[in-house]
């Protein structure tokens, strides 16, 4: 594998970075920091596990909703079994990777959360515009009414 050096800045702007070779980013402060926050040995790792479990459940199947109470009941089983397997030789499900266990409940409470946060704001978001619609029906109609006196 052939690694780039990294760009040089020639200088940052308001609200941009100018790299010497004249092309122009957003600033990077207040962004999330993928590539210096993410253990990507261990994102593998899950990746694996969650490709197992495909085979068995399909793909993407914890996208159709999962109450968080199922994702909250199976995360302390699996630490549990980790923990037992880990500090007193147990061979609990020992195939069974569950430190990625207990990450995908972890994940799949986020998930739920953060679907629950856009029904939410769509909800809100129809709402203003059910009312925008009835202001303006009822604009619409004050003109109309006056029309006709």
Known sequence: MIMKKKETISKQVKDRTIF??????????GKEC????M???GLKRYARYMTKKKEKYGVGNFKKGIPITSYEES???HYQKYMENKFEE????????????ML??????????????KRLVKKQLALKEKKRLARNKAARQKRLDVKKK
């Open 34 to 37: 993928y590539t210096e926050t």
């Open 39 to 41: 253990s990507w040995s």
């Open 75 to 77: 995360l302390p089983r």
């Open 104 to 117: 995908f409940n972890i994940f799949g409470i986020m998930h739920e959360e953060a679907m629950a946060e």
């Open 90 to 101: 147990g061979q609990v499900e020992a195939d069974d990777d569950h430190l990625a266990g």
């Open 20 to 29: 010497s070779t004249g092309a122009m980013r957003d600033l990077q402060g």
